[in-house]
Nanobody
Framework: VQLAESGGGLVQPGGSLRLSCAVS????????MSWYRQGPGKERELVAG????????NSADSVKGRFTISRDNAKNTVYLQMNSLKPEDTAVYYC????????WGQGTQVTVSS
C-alpha cells in the first residue's frame, strides 16, 4: 500500500491550500483516512479523519471551521482543504490509512508565513 501526498507549499497567513493523498495498492473504500501533522519541535497530532464512506468526519478543535477533510473513493484520494491558514499551522502533513493494518505517507510540508 502506498500513500502519496501532494499540495503542500508556502502560503501567506489567511491563505488556503488543498492537500491530496492518493492511495494505491489497497481497496481504498475500506480504509478510514486521516491527516496528521507535526510542527517544528512538536509531537505528531491528529488533524482530521473521515470514515470509509465519507459519512463521518472529525477534526481537531484547533482546525474546526477552517479545515475540511473529504474523500473521493472513485479516485482513491483523500483531501484536506485548509482555509484561513495561520503560522501555527506550519507543519509536515501526513496522510494515514487504517483498516486491519495502518500505513503512513511520506508527508508534505506546509509553511504559513508572510
Amino acid at each position: 500500500v502506498q500513500l502519496a501526498e501532494s499540495g503542500g507549499g508556502l502560503v501567506q497567513p489567511g491563505g488556503s491550500l488543498r492537500l491530496s493523498c492518493a492511495v494505491s495498492g489497497a481497496t481504498f473504500s475500506r480504509y478510514y483516512m486521516s491527516w496528521y501533522r507535526q510542527g517544528p519541535g512538536k509531537e505528531r497530532e491528529l488533524v482530521a479523519g473521515i470514515g470509509s464512506t465519507g459519512g463521518i468526519t472529525n477534526s481537531a478543535d484547533s482546525v474546526k471551521g477552517r479545515f475540511t477533510i473529504s474523500r473521493d473513493n472513485a479516485k482513491n484520494t483523500v483531501y484536506l482543504q485548509m482555509n484561513s491558514l495561520k503560522p501555527e499551522d506550519t507543519a509536515v502533513y501526513y496522510c494515514y490509512a487504517s483498516y486491519l493494518r495502518a500505513y503512513w505517507g511520506q508527508g508534505t510540508q506546509v509553511t504559513v508565513s508572510s
